[in-house]
C-alpha cells in the first residue's frame, strides 16, 4: 500500500534529458495481443550488478527517489512499473492485471535484458511481488532485501480504509468520505471499487480518490511522529533530521485536505483515479495471494540459501512490524541467510534512518 500501500517518497521526475532518470521503455506483455505494456528503466552502471527494484502500491510507480540506496556506479537498477500504473499502458487497466500477471511480467523483462540473475529490492506491497517471484522463479534471485513488509491483513488494508472517528476528527473532513463509521471492510472495498472505477467519474468518486490520497499522507505523517518523540528523547541529531521530513509530509496533508472540496477534475486527480483503481482491484482481492503463499516464498528463498534481508521501521503504523519479524523468523528456522533490521522510522523508505539501513543492506558484499 502506498501509503505505497508505497510509501517511497514521491518526487517530481527530473527533466527528461537527465541521463540518471531516462524516458520510459515499453515491453509488449503476454499473452500476444494483449494492450498492456510495461514501461521500465535501467539506472546505473551497464555492467554493474543488477538490481530489479519493485515499488509498492498497488498502483503506484518507480520515482527517481527510489535509487538513493544504491551505489550507481557499481550498480544497474532495472525499474519497471508494474501493470497499469505509472508509464505503463494502458493506464489504469485492471483487465488481465493480477499478481500472477506482475511475476510473469518481471521474468519477460529480465529475459529480454538477457540476465542470468538478479537482486531484488522492493517496498512495502512491492514485497509481495518479490515473494511470489522467489515462489515462481527463485534460480533467478540473488538475494532479496525487503522493505515494510506487507502480509495483506485485513488489519492492515482496514487501518487505512476504515479511519476512527478521531481521525476523521482531526482531518476535518467528516461526511466527505465515502464509507461510514461501523463498514465492515469487504462493503468498504465493495463500496470504494464502484466509485474509483467509475467511467464517468463524479464529485463522489474524485472525493473518493482525493480522500484515499489523504489517508495514505495522514497514515504516514502518524508513523513519522511516532518517530520523531521517540528520536527527541535520545538522538537529538535524527530528531532533527525526522522533523524536516516529518514537516514537508505534514505540508502535504495540509495541501491534501484543502483539495477535498475543490471543484473539477485535475492532472492530479487523474493520476490519482488510475492509481487507486488499481489499487481498489487489489485490495479487494487480498493481492491475488493467499497467506500462505506468502510463507511459501519466504520457505523457498531460505530452501535456496538466499540471502534475504527484512528492513522494517519500529514505528511502522501501516505495515507492522510483526509481518517482517515474523517472516524472519521463518526463514530463519528453515536454515535461511537472513538479516533483520528495525531502523528507527516509519513505512517511508526516505526517512533518514530507513535510507540509511537500506543503504547498508543494498550496499552490503555478500561472502
Known amino acids: 500500500m502506498n501509503s505505497n500501500i508505497d510509501a517511497t517518497k514521491t518526487v517530481p521526475p527530473p527533466p527528461m534529458t537527465n541521463p540518471a532518470w531516462p524516458r520510459p521503455q515499453h515491453l509488449p506483455l503476454a499473452p500476444r495481443g494483449s494492450l498492456h505494456r510495461m514501461a521500465w528503466r535501467a539506472v546505473g552502471a551497464?555492467?554493474?550488478?543488477?538490481?530489479?527494484?519493485?515499488?509498492?502500491?498497488?498502483?503506484?510507480?518507480?520515482?527517481?527517489?527510489?535509487?538513493?540506496?544504491?551505489?550507481?556506479?557499481?550498480?544497474?537498477?532495472?525499474?519497471?512499473?508494474?501493470?497499469g500504473c505509472g508509464a505503463s499502458l494502458p493506464k489504469g487497466r485492471t483487465a488481465g492485471n493480477h499478481t500472477?500477471?506482475?511475476?510473469?511480467?518481471?521474468?519477460?523483462?529480465r529475459e529480454h535484458l538477457g540476465l542470468e540473475r538478479w537482486s531484488v529490492l522492493a517496498g512495502s506491497w512491492g514485497t509481495v511481488v518479490a515473494l511470489a517471484y522467489t515462489l515462481a522463479h527463485p534460480q533467478r534471485v540473488q538475494r532479496l532485501v525487503l522493505r515494510g513488509a506487507f502480509?495483506?491483513?485485513?488489519?492492515?488494508?482496514?487501518?487505512?480504509?476504515?479511519?476512527?472517528?478521531?481521525?476523521?476528527?482531526s482531518l476535518g473532513w467528516g461526511a466527505l468520505w465515502p464509507v461510514v463509521c461501523g463498514t465492515v471492510l469487504p462493503v468498504a472495498l465493495q463500496r470504494l471499487t464502484q466509485l474509483?472505477?467509475?467511467?464517468?467519474?463524479?464529485?463522489?468518486?474524485?472525493?473518493a480518490a482525493r480522500g484515499w490520497g489523504l489517508l495514505e499522507t495522514a497514515s504516514a505523517a502518524r508513523s513519522q511522529r511516532r518517530s520523531l518523540l521517540h528520536a527527541a528523547l535520545g538522538k537529538p541529531r535524527l530528531a532533527a533530521s525526522i522533523r524536516r521530513e516529518w514537516a514537508s509530509l505534514r505540508k502535504a496533508e495540509r495541501r491534501a485536505i484543502a483539495r477535498l472540496k475543490k471543484p473539477g477534475k485535475t492532472r492530479a486527480d487523474r493520476n490519482a483515479l488510475s492509481k487507486f483503481r488499481i489499487q481498489a482491484h487489489y485490495l479487494r482481492h487480498r493481492g491475488f495471494m493467499r497467506a500462505a503463499q506468502l510463507d511459501?516464498?519466504?520457505?523457498?528463498?531460505?530452501?535456496?540459501?538466499?540471502?534475504?534481508?527484512?528492513?522494517?521501521?519500529?514505528?511502522?503504523?501501516?505495515?507492522?512490524?510483526a509481518n517482517s519479524r515474523r517472516w524472519a523468523a521463518l526463514g530463519r528456522a528453515?536454515?535461511?541467510?537472513?538479516?533483520?533490521?528495525?531502523?528507527?522510522s516509519g513505512h517511508l523508505g526516505h526517512e533518514p534512518d530507513m535510507l540509511s539501513a537500506l543503504r547498508k543492506s543494498v550496499r552490503r558484499t555478500l561472502a
Do not use: K, N, Y
Open 46 to 83: 551497464p555492467e554493474g550488478e543488477p538490481w530489479l527494484l519493485l515499488h509498492g502500491g498497488p498502483g503506484s510507480s518507480c520515482q527517481p527517489g527510489m535509487l538513493r540506496p544504491f551505489d550507481l556506479s557499481r550498480q544497474r537498477v532495472v525499474a519497471p512499473d508494474q501493470r
Open 100 to 109: 500472477a500477471a506482475l511475476v510473469s511480467d518481471m521474468e519477460a523483462l
Open 151 to 169: 502480509a495483506l491483513s485485513g488489519r492492515e488494508i482496514g487501518g487505512l480504509l476504515l479511519p476512527s472517528p478521531r481521525v476523521r476528527r
Open 196 to 207: 474509483i472505477q467509475s467511467g464517468t467519474p463524479g464529485v463522489a468518486s474524485l472525493r
Open 296 to 321: 511459501r516464498g519466504v520457505l523457498q528463498a531460505a530452501r535456496r540459501g538466499l540471502s534475504v534481508d527484512w528492513v522494517h521501521g519500529r514505528f511502522d503504523a501501516i505495515c507492522p512490524p
Open 334 to 344: 528453515a536454515g535461511g541467510a537472513v538479516v533483520q533490521v528495525e531502523p528507527h
